[in-house]
């Protein structure tokens, strides 16, 4: 009985985050951002989600499958993120217009695919391409 309302509880828990993302991609306002909700919303609800199954199975072999996966998404989801933001930004999505700070203007080289350090960004600020949007 235990065991049901457990599992009942992290599935019903885990679809309540993923609807969280889901709502995150809509009605956010740019790419950084829809990555922050759907990164952090959505590998809880994933997370929560394995769980409920481990719980449910009670197996070694399916725990350890549950918890390899919550592991391997715990591992890729910032990365990939950081890449695709990194990605969009560098491409030139546009950033929402309140967005109060904006720490790679003028650190970017286009010519040259180079990102300057914090230390060279003070100089490249000055004479590097300064990004619109």
């Known amino acids: 009985m235990v065991i049901e309302w457990l599992t009942a509880f992290a599935l019903l828990a885990g679809s309540v985050f993923m609807l ?4 995150g991609v809509l009605r956010m306002p740019d790419l950084l951002t829809r990555m922050h909700a759907t990164t952090k ?15 449910h199975f009670g197996t070694e072999p399916v725990i350890a499958k ?3 996966v919550i592991a391997f998404l715990l591992l890729t989801a910032p990365v990939a993120a950081h890449a695709i933001g990194r990605a969009g ?17 003028g650190r970017y080289d ?3 695919h180079t990102l300057a350090s914090s230390d060279e960004g ?3 600020e000055s ?7």
């Open 20 to 23: 969280i993302a889901a709502l």
């Open 41 to 55: 919303a959505g590998v809880l609800g994933a997370g929560l989600t394995m769980v409920a199954v481990a719980v």
């Open 66 to 68: 549950a918890v390899a």
């Open 89 to 105: 930004y560098f491409m030139g999505v546009p950033l929402w217009e309140n967005t109060q700070v904006d720490e790679l203007k």
């Open 110 to 112: 286009e010519k040259t």
């Open 122 to 124: 003070e100089s490249a």
């Open 127 to 133: 004479d590097g391409p300064a990004r619109e949007g």
